[in-house]
C-alpha cells in the first residue's frame, strides 16, 4: 500500500540558509499534516492544509511558509534557518471525515550547522 | 488548552514484564484518543486508537481503555518483548474542526533480555 512519502530523509544546512521539505500524501487523502519533533521532544504541530487551503496554523515560525499544490503534495519551506531548527519534521495525511487514521511519513532529518 | 500528560520515562522493564504507561487527557469536547509508538529512527505508527468513552483499543498485545470519568488512556501490554523497546506517544485529536493530533512528551520504554 501506498505511504505517505517525504523527502528528502536527511538534509544538512548551514546558518541562515533556506531548505525545503516535501512531502506527498496517500492518494486521496484531502489533508496534510507538518509537526517538528526536536531532540527528546514530542511532536509539534506546526501546520496544516485541507483541499489545499491553510486549514490549521500552530506554534510555526514566521520564517517557516508552506503550501499544498494542485496534486495534494506539499512544501515546507523554511528560511534564515537557526540551529534551533534542527530537528525532524514529519509530515501526515489523513481524510478529513476518516475518523482519525494518521498516516505519518518517516519524516526528514534536518541538521542546520 | 487541550493537553496529554504522559507518565515520565525511561520505563525499564525485563522481558515478560507487564507493562503500565499512564495518559492523562484534558480537553474541551470529546476527543478520539490514540497511542502511537516510534522506533528508533523511524516516523510515528499508530498502535491503537479509541474514539469514545469505555472504548478499548488493542493491537499486538497492547491495551488502553478510553476512561472519561478519570480522562486516562493508560497503556498496557500484560508480557513485553525486547523488541517493544521504543517511545510511545499517547494523543488526542478533537471532533470537529481540522482534527490535528496533539502528543503527549513520550514516554521511552527500554525492554531488557
Known amino acids: 500500500a501506498a505511504g505517505v512519502i517525504q523527502s528528502p530523509r536527511h538534509l544538512i544546512k548551514e546558518k541562515r540558509e533556506t531548505a525545503t521539505l516535501k512531502c506527498y500524501p496517500i492518494p486521496r487523502h484531502d489533508t496534510v499534516y507538518w509537526y517538528q519533533q526536536g531532540p527528546g521532544q514530542d511532536p509539534q504541530f506546526l501546520i496544516s492544509f485541507y483541499e489545499k487551503m491553510q486549514s490549521d496554523k500552530g506554534s510555526i515560525p514566521d520564517r517557516f511558509s508552506a503550501q499544498q499544490f494542485s496534486d495534494y503534495h506539499s512544501e515546507l519551506n523554511m528560511s534564515s534557518l537557526e540551529l534551533g531548527d534542527s530537528a525532524l519534521y514529519f509530515c501526515a495525511s489523513s481524510i478529513i471525515q476518516g475518523g482519525g487514521r494518521y498516516t505519518f511519513g518517516s519524516g526528514t532529518r534536518l541538521t542546520v550547522v | 488548552g487541550d493537553s496529554v500528560t504522559q507518565m515520565e520515562g525511561p520505563v525499564t522493564l525485563s522481558e515478560e514484564a507487564f507493562l503500565t504507561i499512564n495518559c492523562t487527557y484534558t480537553?474541551?469536547?470529546?476527543?478520539?484518543l490514540f497511542w502511537y509508538v516510534q522506533y528508533p529512527g523511524e516516523g510515528l505508527q499508530l498502535l491503537l486508537k479509541a474514539t469514545k468513552a469505555d472504548d478499548k483499543g488493542s493491537n499486538k498485545g497492547f491495551e488502553a481503555t478510553y476512561r472519561k470519568e478519570t480522562t486516562s488512556f493508560h497503556l498496557e501490554k500484560g508480557s513485553v518483548q525486547v523488541s517493544d523497546s521504543a517511545v510511545y506517544f499517547c494523543a488526542l485529536t478533537l471532533s470537529g474542526g481540522y482534527n490535528k493530533l496533539i502528543f503527549g512528551a513520550g514516554t521511552r520504554l527500554a525492554v531488557h533480555p
Open positions: 480537553a474541551t469536547g470529546y476527543p478520539s
